[in-house]
């Protein structure tokens, strides 16, 4: 049994050092047959260690980006290894002469992996401000969801967190796909797994982020799909918006950003007539605020006399 397990770390071992290896490789370098290799390979795929064949003359190779280093344990997972050092004087005359320097070298290297992630997590965090509610006490310890989402996003693995929505709290799990920087904030867009659909959410919202030793595939279709209708929810309606910019806008304008690319057409006057399709209308009509008079709203009829309605109530105050 040692034996097999020793060879099954060592198979994972030389996948990942050398993607597309074969099985006649790993068993000359197990120094066993290519029967035992394959009857490893089904005991392996028991364990849900992602290794795939991928064809004839292909080979093996992780799929998705599973990696056993930096290990990819659990805190349980790492806790309960090290536990083996409790039972190793009464094992010890059943293993071979290498496993336990073996042993002691996955624990090091686990260490080492902790305590940088740690170091990258703290160097992270100094970058990213996400600020803090309005209510919230200075002393109040602050939620290092960001810097979480960002690991999770890097490796691609699953998290579940709790989010806050309506004044409500339920547990999300979530494959975040990216993270969308808002003036004032960040929103995370990712495949929830109990929707079965992208969604956007605000990552103040999201709480006790952890992330899950189970590691995702981005959908490219999906998110293609997600972004041409602005994150619109099955059913919501999509608003087709038309605005005319002035000429001191249009530079501006230009150098925008857009997760959906508009229509932009220059006009004979040097003015710009900007054409999308979207579901956000609030998001979209707070990023229209900025340009106050430099922008127009010409379509629909109803967000003009919505603009007219509010930069009236605004003379009210200010009169």
Same mark, same amino acid.
């Given at each position: ?87 190793? +004087? +009464? ?9 336990e320097s073996a042993y002691e070298k996955v624990v090091a290297s686990n260490q080492k992996n ?8 703290? $160097? ?50 979530? +494959? ?59 059913? $919501? ?22 997760l959906v690319r508009p229509i932009l057409t220059m006009e ?46 605004? $003379?009210?105050?200010?009169?």
């Amino acid at each position: 049994m040692t034996d097999r397990l020793i060879r099954l770390m060592r198979i994972i071992t030389l996948v990942q050092a050398k993607p597309g290896i074969l099985a006649r490789e790993l068993a000359e370098r197990c120094e066993t047959t290519e029967r035992t290799i394959y009857r490893d390979m089904e005991a392996l795929s028991a364990m849900h260690i992602p290794i795939a064949n991928m064809g004839h003359g292909r080979g093996y190779r992780f799929i998705s980006h599973f990696a056993m280093y930096p290990l990819n344990w659990s805190d349980e997972e790492a806790q309960a290894f090290v536990h083996l050092a409790e039972v190793m +004087d +009464d094992i010890r005359p059943l293993l071979k002469p290498a496993f336990e320097s073996a042993y002691e070298k996955v624990v090091a290297s686990n260490q080492k992996n902790k305590t940088e992630r740690v170091e990258w997590s703290e $160097q992270i965090s100094g970058l990213f401000q996400i600020g803090m509610s309005a209510w919230q006490n200075d002393k109040e310890q602050r939620d290092n969801s960001l810097v979480t989402l960002l690991q999770a996003g890097i490796s691609q693995n699953t998290i579940e967190a709790e989010h806050l929505s309506q004044g409500t709290k339920k547990i999300v799990r979530l +494959d975040p796909y990216g993270l969308i920087p808002r003036e004032y904030r960040f929103d995370l867009l990712a495949y929830c797994h109990f929707s079965e659909r992208l969604q956007i959410y605000e990552v103040g919202n999201l709480q006790k982020v952890r992330i899950l030793p189970r590691t995702f595939r981005k959908d490219d279709f999906l998110l293609q799909s997600h972004l041409r209708t602005m994150g619109a929810s099955q059913g $919501q309606e999509r608003i087709a918006f038309k605005i005319r910019f002035s000429r001191d806008a249009v530079e501006h304008v230009m150098k925008q950003r857009f997760l959906v690319r508009p229509i932009l057409t220059m006009e004979p006057e040097g003015t710009l007539l900007l054409e999308t399709i979207l579901s956000d209308d609030h998001e979209f009509m707070g990023w229209l605020a900025q340009y106050g008079p430099e922008a127009e709203i010409l379509e629909p009829e109803a967000y003009r006399i919505m603009m007219k309605e509010r930069l009236e109530r605004w $003379q009210q105050i200010y009169r």
